[in-house]
């Protein structure tokens, strides 16, 4: 065999390998958001995917690997927003419902996955590292949203408890889902809410 027909070959088989290795990635991904990671095991992902189970653990050798895959693959599908530019508005109350705004359209349109791996998340040690990218994600939504505000002290502490129950997920959920607000009404009074916190006395 020519070494250019070498090369040529060993593209090709590279080429199938990732085609294999991404097909893997989105059957999991698939099956996270409908069954849940708790209820998907590798015989089911093989089974989406086409392929046999041998080939899933040629590719991903253990759950912590998949996970990440499968967690990297979301995100890159399902960018949650970026709240840099929320730190450009000035004015704290109107930064606050852009924030929540951009955050419970995204809640609105990833909400199986959301629900599927809060629900799961105690159950599956693999999730832990994915899980503790986003708990720093919203560390980071929360301190753009606080970030200005006038209040200082315990006010500062209440306002900042309030931005982190109104970016949690199951407070959008319980609000919209058990309560029948829609998300205009539900920034509405989340950031009533914050308002309130920050002026609260004991």
């Given at each position: 065999m020519s070494n250019e027909r070498r090369k040529y070959t060993m593209r090709r088989r590279a080429?199938?390998?990732?085609?294999?290795?991404?097909?893997?990635?989105?059957?999991?991904?698939?099956?996270?958001?409908?069954?849940?990671?708790?209820?998907?095991?590798?015989?089911?992902?093989?089974?989406?995917?086409?392929v046999?189970?041998?080939?899933?653990?040629?590719?991903?050798?253990?759950?912590?690997?998949?996970?990440?895959?499968?967690?990297?693959?979301?995100?890159?599908?399902?960018p949650p927003p970026d709240?840099?530019?929320?730190?450009?508005?000035?004015?704290?109350a109107a930064r606050l419902k852009r924030g929540l705004f951009e955050l419970y359209a995204f809640y609105r349109?990833?909400?199986?996955?959301?629900?599927?791996?809060?629900?799961d998340r105690p159950l599956v040690p693999a999730m832990e590292k994915p899980a503790a990218i986003m708990r720093a994600y919203f560390e980071a939504v929360a301190e753009a949203l606080v970030a200005g505000r006038p209040e200082r002290g315990d006010a500062r502490r209440r306002?900042?408890?309030?931005?982190?129950?109104?970016v949690s997920f199951p407070t959008w959920q319980s609000l919209v889902r058990e309560h029948g607000l829609d998300d205009a009404e539900a920034v509405a009074m989340m950031a009533a809410m914050v308002e309130a916190a920050g002026r609260a006395r004991r």
């Open positions: 080429e199938k390998e990732q085609q294999t290795r991404q097909r893997i990635t989105e059957a999991a991904v698939k099956l996270h958001g409908t069954i849940g990671p708790a209820r998907t095991t590798i015989s089911a992902v093989a089974s989406e995917a086409g046999q189970r041998a080939t899933v653990y040629r590719h991903f050798p253990d759950e912590a690997t998949l996970f990440a895959a499968c967690s990297g693959h979301w995100a890159a599908t399902h709240p840099t530019p929320w730190r450009t508005i000035r004015d704290p349109e990833t909400e199986a996955m959301l629900e599927n791996v809060t629900r306002a900042r408890a309030a931005v982190g129950h109104a």
